[in-house]
């Protein structure tokens, strides 16, 4: 304890004698001018700004001051709280920028819950339903991995109380989006300060500090000079990386003419700051080409921009140089001054949670790892954060830690902000198939989830259908107390379609219309935690059907009539799920299956047992850019009458491609499917990625267990070029099967 009490005196000793870059400069007024680094905003373009800083290391210029907007205030916030130049160059070009800025969370770490939303439906528009009105999200991607990134990085700063006590110190521009005038931020939190300056509109969501609603400062300021000079600057070198106004050619679309606008607003400031520099000031505009502010999968090129456009006007930068001992004594007082923001980080005392219910906040509490008492550990706690975000119900999830000073430990506030467009969210997706020989369908689906009807945690679900199928299903779900994973849930699902028969050589015989409705209460248990792999259920199930046939050939071999049947009984079912993604998976597995035995009546007469046993799996493994999908389905039933239609079927695009949907069924089902794809160096603007790959099917249906045989399986394929588009995964195939047919198919949807 003597020894840890002597090294603090010792560290603040030399700290003190070791003169602050704001004394250092004062001391040298007379001698050298303060200096100010302006660096503007521009996205991904933002990156050429540390190609300047590594060239402004190089000339020896030492910097007084830093003021930046947007992507310039991270990068200069982050150089002003004691990173160096290459230590900035190598974090940035580390970091997984796409996967930053990716809206979703790895979907191995969702419940089911959410997976299974995420599998039902790929939607075309998503939005909530809050106060009497529909509203969109405020941002179209999430903030929150970019914020995790910039309070690793500032954790040494999370003490101080103004932003002149960094190693250089700064200020941040952002807009009050209230008012539209600029805000200066000269204290806080820093991490926070930097998000706000760059809340891109319709990108991410505006940032509360202060009671204010702050977003992107470039709409107001770019390039902030009239900033530095308040902060006392005589000269200023500023940085212009913003993007330039586009052509015409880019105008001919919605997005293009608002992007161009948004340009145009930014350009005007810019240019209005530019016309208050003087002879003595700087002015770096690299000449980055043709690279956007959308780019920052390619940080390695516009730092290596920047950096040479630098040292090309070295003799400029000249007169802002000082010779070595003095630039070493600058580096050294911003290393002391770094060096004393970095405190050792405590033992973690009180755990809080902000923005939440009490209630809520203790069902949320237990799936942290990080406890009261435990060091701080960034990642777990990192890792801890991301659990809460996999909900989707919070826009904003943050922390800060907070000293006290009796017992030395910090204080961990989890600061959570709930969807401001939540908590009834309503997802409409749609699905369609065409052979172009006249046989298609089309459904339109809409899904709606209410989240946390009451402080356990309870959600209500809803899907409806329209089109070949018309659908309804309804589930209400409630877990059994806040410290229980265990829970209950009971659903009502009905639906009416129309199905056809065929004879074994693919002729249709009859067209029958079929309904049903079920209701069921089930207990389940999470496997996983909070569900992450999957779950398990047991309940009771009651369905009542009629299947009624409308068109009938005179070669279907039975008298077709309407047929009514009833069951009641039990069922069991395990869901696991841990595909990357629902869209053309890359690794993973998802398996599922379900047992349900009971009681069947049908038209009113005696009862007789039935069984029923469905199950299905993917896996899912790549090797680069190469990926095989292995696939299949086992199902059985008792019979029961043809008319009412068998109860399993094949048929259609990767479920015995070539053959009509349906058009092979019975109560006995055997399938398999072996598909490749390999996605494609190539990107479209509406898709996540493109494909082109094949598949290898086999498979059957029998009515009678007696009739099954492999040597009955049937063959079919596909070669297929796909797209995981925004409205879901998009198919155009060969399909081909030697009792089927051969032809064109058009697929948009899950196989």
Do not use: C
């Amino acid at each position: 304890m003597r020894s840890r009490s002597i090294l603090l005196i010792l560290t603040t000793v030399a700290t003190l004698l070791v003169p602050l870059p704001s004394a250092a400069q004062g001391s040298n007024a007379g001698e050298r001018p303060r200096v100010a680094l302006v660096l503007s905003g521009g996205g991904a373009r933002g990156f050429a700004h540390v190609g300047v800083l590594k060239a402004l290391e190089a000339a020896r210029v030492p910097v007084d001051m830093i003021v930046g907007t947007s992507m310039g205030a991270i990068i200069g916030g982050l150089y002003a709280s004691g990173m160096k130049a290459d230590d900035l160059e190598r974090e940035i070009v580390e970091v997984d920028w796409g996967g930053l800025f990716n809206s979703r969370e790895p979907r191995q770490l969702l419940s089911q819950r959410r997976k299974e939303e995420d599998f039902e439906l790929s939607p075309v528009l998503l939005l909530g339903f809050r106060d009497g009105e529909f509203q969109l999200p405020t941002g179209a991607v999430s903030s929150r991995s970019l914020e995790m990134l910039l309070r690793r990085y500032t954790l040494s700063t999370r003490h101080l109380e103004s932003f002149d006590q960094l190693p250089t110190p700064f200020r941040a521009v952002a807009t009050d989006m209230e008012t539209g005038l600029a805000v200066v931020m000269d204290r806080g939190d820093l991490a926070a300060a930097l998000r706000a300056s760059m809340s891109v509109p319709g990108v991410f969501s505006p940032l509360s500090i202060d009671d204010r609603i702050l977003g992107d400062g470039g709409l107001v300021n770019n390039l902030p000079v009239d900033v530095a000079r308040a902060m006392g600057a005589e000269v200023i070198i500023a940085v212009n990386i913003g993007t330039p106004l586009a052509g015409r050619d880019t105008l001919d679309t919605v997005l293009g003419v608002t992007t161009q606008m948004v340009n145009i607003l930014t350009e005007q400031n810019v240019q209005a700051s530019i016309a208050t520099l003087t002879p003595k000031d700087l002015l770096l505009a690299p000449p980055l080409g043709k690279l956007t502010s959308s780019d920052f999968d390619k940080a390695v090129e516009l730092v290596k921009m920047g950096n040479e456009y630098a040292r090309t006007v070295s003799e400029a930068l000249a007169r802002f140089a000082v010779d070595e001992p003095r630039y070493a004594g600058w580096v050294k007082s911003r290393s002391a001054q770094a060096l004393a923001n970095a405190d050792r980080v405590g033992r973690i005392g009180a755990i809080r949670f902000e923005g939440v219910s009490e209630e809520r906040a203790a069902r949320l509490a237990r799936a942290l790892d990080t406890e009261p008492g435990q060091r701080l550990d960034v990642p777990r706690l990192e890792a801890d954060l991301q659990k809460l975000s996999v909900s989707g119900d919070y826009e904003r999830i943050d922390y800060t830690l907070s000293r006290r000073e009796d017992n030395g430990t910090e204080d961990l506030t989890i600061k959570l902000r709930e969807n401001a467009w939540g908590p009834n969210y309503l997802r409409v997706g749609l699905d369609l198939r065409t052979d172009f020989q006249g046989e298609g369908a089309f459904n339109l689906r809409i899904s709606h989830n209410r989240h946390w009807l009451n402080e356990s945690g309870a959600e209500w679900r809803n899907r409806v259908q329209l089109g070949e199928t018309v659908g309804l299903y309804s589930e209400i779900y409630q877990p059994l107390g806040v410290n229980s994973e265990r829970f209950a849930a009971a659903y009502v699902d009905t639906s009416i379609n129309k199905v056809e028969l065929f004879s074994d050589e693919g002729d249709a015989l009859a067209l029958v219309q079929r309904q049903g409705i079920k209701v069921g209460a089930d207990l389940g248990w999470p496997i996983g935690l909070r569900g992450t792999i999957g779950e398990a259920r047991l309940g009771v199930v009651a369905s009542a059907h009629r299947a009624k046939p409308e068109l009938i050939s005179s070669a279907l071999p039975v008298t077709a009539q309407t047929v009514r049947w009833t069951e009641r009984g039990l069922r069991a079912a395990v869901m696991a799920d841990q595909l990357d993604f629902a869209n053309f998976p890359s690794r993973g597995y998802r398996g599922q299956a379900e047992l349900s035995w009971g009681r069947r009546q049908v038209d009113g007469g005696e009862t007789s047992d039935f069984t029923r046993l469905e199950s299905s799996f993917t896996a899912v493994k790549s090797w680069g850019v190469h990926t095989f999908n292995v696939g299949g389905r086992m199902a059985y039933t008792n019979q029961i009458p043809l008319a009412a239609i068998d109860e399993y079927s094949l048929g259609g695009f990767q479920n015995l491609s070539g053959y009509r949907t349906a058009q092979v069924a019975g109560n006995y089902l055997l399938f398999g499917r072996l598909t490749y794809y390999q996605r494609l160096p190539y990107s479209v603007g509406v898709a996540r990625a493109l494909f082109v790959g094949g598949s290898l099917e086999a498979g059957n249906a029998w009515t009678e267990r007696s009739d099954i045989t492999l040597r009955q399986l049937r063959g079919a394929g596909s070669l297929f070029v796909g797209a995981d588009t925004g409205i879901g995964p998009l198919y155009l195939s060969i399909v081909s099967a030697p009792k089927g047919y051969t032809g064109l198919y058009l697929f948009l949807g899950r196989p």
